[in-house]
């Protein structure tokens, strides 16, 4: 049976709408690219989160450096990681004030960021 001039059938969702609605499904979302971000908050006090988005699946190195280049932490160490999008957070209450640096390194990929650390 059909419904009006329109030709759609009686019980037709789209029939009063003109056209179906919904949400699309998408496709997974994985990563496709090295990448390193800004630690979020920063300036912080005492902790901070860093994110990173590995496009491959490998070993991952995380560490953070104080100004003058010593290693103050290391929060990934050699650890293999699956493809995708990875936050960490980071407390640094026993360190002073000032400027860190934070390195992610990964199947001979390097990024370095810095971050402040305000007490």
Same mark, same amino acid.
Not at 8 to 16: A, C, E, N, T
């Given at each position: 049976?059909?419904?009006g001039t329109d030709g759609?059938?009686?019980?037709?969702?789209?029939?009063?709408t003109g056209g179906l609605t919904g949400v699309e499904q998408t496709k997974n979302q994985l990563p496709d690219k090295f990448a390193l971000y800004q630690s979020y908050p920063n300036p912080f006090n005492p902790s901070t989160t860093i994110t990173f988005t590995l496009a491959q699946a490998? %070993?991952?190195?995380?560490?953070?450096?104080d100004?003058?280049?010593?290693?103050v932490r290391n929060v990934v160490n %050699?650890?293999?990681k699956?493809?995708?999008?990875?936050k960490y957070m980071i407390n640094m209450n026993d360190m002073a004030s000032g400027?860190?640096?934070?390195?992610?390194?990964?199947n001979g990929n390097m990024q370095t960021m810095k971050m402040m650390l305000l007490k």
């Open positions: 049976m059909k419904a759609k059938d009686i019980g037709d969702p789209g029939w009063f490998g %070993n991952v190195s995380l560490k953070v450096y100004i003058m280049g010593r290693e %050699n650890v293999y699956a493809q995708g999008t990875y400027v860190y640096l934070y390195t992610l390194k990964q």
